[in-house]
């Protein structure tokens, strides 16, 4: 899929992200989409539910107020921690 195809389908998802300790609100957006896209690659969703899932469940806002530290972390962890953390919420993917 296109990148831009993929920001068009991001947005519509009506994300709000914040640009905190200055980090730009594209850096925050493409990385979220890329991991959005990791987490629904590894549970067999697609964008827009894997992206629903994590909203859902608060993953997307913790995300968004702690993006200095998850952005250093693999997406495979990321992955890891974002579905116990969706889990504890109610979520049923493991």
């Known amino acids: 899929m296109e990148y831009c195809s993929l920001i068009r389908i991001f947005a519509t998802l009506n994300v709000k992200i914040t640009t ?3 980090y730009s609100n594209h850096d925050k957006m493409e990385w979220a ?3 959005a896209m990791e987490f629904g690659r590894h549970f067999g969703l697609t ?3 894997a992206f629903n899932y994590l909203s859902r469940f608060g993953a997307i806002k913790f995300i968004d107020e702690h993006y200095d530290y998850c952005h250093t972390q693999s997406f495979q962890s990321m992955v890891s921690d974002m579905a116990e953390f969706c889990h504890r919420k109610g979520g049923a993917l493991v």
């Open 20 to 22: 905190i300790m200055g």
């Open 33 to 35: 989409l890329i991991f």
């Open 47 to 49: 964008l827009k539910q």
